[in-house]
């Protein structure tokens, strides 16, 4: 069903009428430099429409029927030029340089970026969060990246850890393919709790994809790409300096440098320091809300720029320990007390190497990296240890059929796993040796762009498998885009360690027979459009996303109230997920967004076909973003309404089972101020201001070796308001200067 769904797909787009269309790429020149500019306009006179120039400079134009036009190139500071365009001219890329105006030295050249975008350019539905966006919460880790965005969910796994996990679609963030800069990330023993290990002062940006992403990047995204862009030697400030503390007790230090070593080298530091000390029991449950922490991080990487060469290589490396469970006031309980502690390191490291060929369009780069994993975790009685040893290669030719209409990639990959995996009398350890190959071709028209690809991997023990994948976009109107995808996606799953959190009950875990790869197909699509309103512009983006499941590995929690039994269901599994999303810019100080999110995520539990537990059906989300004229006051206001959620039944003490299996309607606002000073930044924030908790999130928190304790029912926050401030002190490097 899912292949001819995608044939179905390619056939109508690759198909449809194509209309004339001219791109290109505009520069600005001061006579020394030459580099892309970002807002740049272009206008036919006689048809007056008109495109705005991408942060890369690149810009995209329907012809319209009656030519020749008058095609106009502008941007504040420069002169601008002007060409003729005719109907010969629908495949023509356009190079344009605009030189600086020096008869104006004293304008200031300044456009509006916005921090959350969907690029109009690019084949697939890819949402970017910048830097910018990320400061408009409090960000101090990755999993709290994500406050003021709809597409990604981020929730507590249990009331003992303190551990988050994300959901894209309504399904696990294991079925999301994470990178760090197109590397694997966040995979193996880091999926349960390496959210809070990378800093998110060390981010640049954040990728976000829906549905399957290119082959090119591996056979494991099922659900979306998160693909993690960290702050590179060459663009990075000269020195960064951020701390934070927080009312919950939480503290956190970060310090980052860049500098160059010579013409061809640069290098970069990022320092993470973090500390959570104070015991905090708000709902007087007997148990911390927060575990206390430490945490300490560090990243260095170095970065070449040949003439005919470019390299990139460095080193992660990350030490956390958690301590939770019961107050030390519990701690004198003659029967014991309960204890949790988490231990993780981490150790990783990359490379990247470029060559370029002399075809300007052709090049070979190859990515290499090498990782450590660790984890140790106790819950009361119950232990995990775990360890990871991970080797990746990934070697990729691109070129070009004829010209840059047709590009294609082809490559190498190879996969080294070796993992132990150990709880309670369970075992699960076994080496993975999975090679791969992939190709992929792209087609840009005037209308029509696509990128069709296909990868092969033999997995030493579970053989051949394939992963084909389309994606198309077609420009419906000058301000419309149409995008479809449709692929396949399969990983082997960690049953133990993608499922921690469950520890944190008495029940018995019952596991597989025998552990089989999950296989999923996606298929979907998004429109665009771009408006305009009293003279302003906005968008409204709307998706559908449909993943249905040939084999997936069930945790089901309804079967039996004793246990949590591991099935292989190769029965009907799926996920529908709808999005809508309005952003709108009334004035140029003031950024707008609303959306609202619905989750059909069902699968066979306790022997019917069931909602999935904790997935809210329906969610709302609103941004308000405001920054004064001179730029040194900056709002946020972000309010999220979560729907109700299927809830496991549960025991509770006495024998009787929960009668109420639905969680509330509730509300999460946060907001934050930020003052800027010179170099300075000083921000204060709260979240969860309106206080919305959740009640008595332990069941029997009184007896925590009982066979009726449980922690991992929780769908909402646990503790209340945090109020946090911050300040930040940059210096940036001098050609960086805006």
Request: proline share 3%; aromatic share 12%; hydrophobic share 35%.
């Amino acid at each position: 069903m899912m292949k001819n769904i995608m044939l179905v797909v390619f056939s109508v787009l690759f198909f449809g009428t194509l209309n004339a269309q001219v791109k290109g790429v505009i520069y600005g020149s001061d006579k020394k430099n030459k580099s892309p500019l970002y807002g740049a306009k272009v206008k036919l006179l006689q048809a007056k429409t008109g495109a705005v120039t991408d942060e890369d400079g690149k810009f995209e134009l329907v012809l319209p029927k009656e030519l020749p036009d008058t095609m106009v190139f502008y941007a504040m500071g420069y002169y601008p030029d002007t060409v003729v365009v005719d109907k010969k001219d629908r495949f023509i890329s356009f190079e344009v340089v605009l030189y600086s105006d020096q008869l104006l030295p004293e304008v200031v050249v300044s456009f509006k970026k916005g921090t959350h975008t969907i690029s109009r350019l690019k084949t697939l539905h890819v949402e970017e969060i910048s830097s910018g966006e990320l400061r408009k919460a409090a960000c101090c880790n990755l999993s709290e990246s994500f406050e003021t965005n709809a597409s990604v969910d981020v929730n507590f796994t249990d009331a003992v850890s303190g551990a988050k996990q994300i959901q894209m679609m309504g399904l696990d963030g294991v079925y999301a393919q994470i990178q760090f800069e197109n590397i694997p990330f966040l995979r193996g023993l880091e999926s349960s709790y390496g959210l809070t290990s990378l800093p998110g002062t060390w981010i640049e940006s954040i990728q976000i994809t829906k549905g399957t992403g290119n082959v090119v990047n591996g056979y494991e995204s099922m659900a979306g790409l998160i693909n993690l862009e960290i702050k590179k030697p060459h663009n990075e400030e000269a020195f960064y300096l951020n701390s934070y503390v927080n009312a919950m007790g939480r503290s956190e230090l970060n310090v980052n440098t860049s500098f160059n070593l010579n013409e061809k080298w640069s290098s970069t530091w990022l320092a993470h320091g973090s500390w959570h000390p104070i015991e905090m029991d708000y709902n007087n449950d007997g148990f911390r809300d927060m575990p206390n922490s430490n945490n300490a991080a560090v990243l260095n990487r170095y970065h070449f720029q040949g003439k005919h060469m470019e390299a990139q290589f460095g080193v992660n490396a990350y030490l956390e320990e958690k301590e939770g469970g019961q107050i030390s006031s519990k701690r004198n309980d003659p029967n014991g007390f309960y204890d949790v502690r988490i231990d993780s390191k981490h150790i990783n490291l990359f490379a990247k190497t470029g060559f370029f060929l002399k075809h300007p369009a052709k090049s070979i780069g190859v990515v290499y990296n090498f990782k450590y994993q660790s984890l140790d975790a106790l819950f009361g009685i119950r232990e995990f240890k775990g360890e990871e040893k991970r080797g990746y290669i990934n070697a990729m030719h691109e070129g070009i059929f004829g010209n840059t209409n047709h590009k294609y990639k082809l490559g190498l990959s190879n996969v080294y796993l070796d993992i132990t995996q150990q709880m309670d009398s369970l075992e699960n350890d076994r080496v993975e040796i999975v090679p791969g190959s992939f190709f992929e071709y792209t087609y840009t028209g005037m209308r029509l762009s696509a990128v069709l690809g296909i990868r092969g991997d033999y997995h030493n023990l579970f053989g051949f498998n394939y992963a084909p994948r389309v994606h198309m976009k077609y420009i419906l109107t000058e301000n419309t885009d149409l995008r479809a995808t449709a692929g396949k996606g399969w990983r082997v799953p960690n049953y133990m360690v993608d499922n921690i959190s469950l520890m944190a009950t008495s029940r018995q875990w019952i596991a597989p027979d025998t552990i089989i790869p999950e296989v999923s197909w996606n298929v979907g699509g998004s429109i665009m459009h771009e408006f305009e309103l009293f003279n302003k512009k906005g968008s409204i983006t709307a998706d559908y996303y449909h993943t249905a499941f040939e084999n997936q590995l069930v945790v089901d929690r309804d079967a039996d109230m004793s246990s949590i039994v591991f099935t292989n269901l190769n029965s009907a599994s799926y996920s529908n997920s709808v999005q809508v999303e309005v952003a709108y810019s009334p004035h140029k100080t003031l950024d707008l967004r609303f959306a609202y999110k619905y989750l059909d995520v069902k699968a066979e539990f306790g022997g019917k076909m069931q909602q999935k537990v904790m997935v809210p059906t329906h969610r709302g989300f609103g941004n308000i973003a405001y920054k004064s004229r001179n730029k040194r006051w900056e709002y946020d206001l972000t309010c999220s309404v979560f729907g109700e959620s299927r809830l496991p039944v549960v025991e509770l003490p006495g024998g009787e089972l929960t009668t109420v299996n639905k969680s509330e309607v509730y509300p999460l606002l946060n907001a934050q101020v930020t003052h800027t000073y010179h170099r300075w930044d000083f921000y204060l924030g709260g979240e969860n201001i309106l206080n919305y908790t959740q009640k008595n999130p332990i069941i029997d928190a009184e007896n925590p070796f009982s066979s009726t304790f449980n922690g991992t029912r929780i769908w909402a926050p646990i503790y209340g308001t945090n109020i946090y401030a911050g300040v930040r002190f940059v210096i940036k490097r001098k050609e960086n200067e805006e």
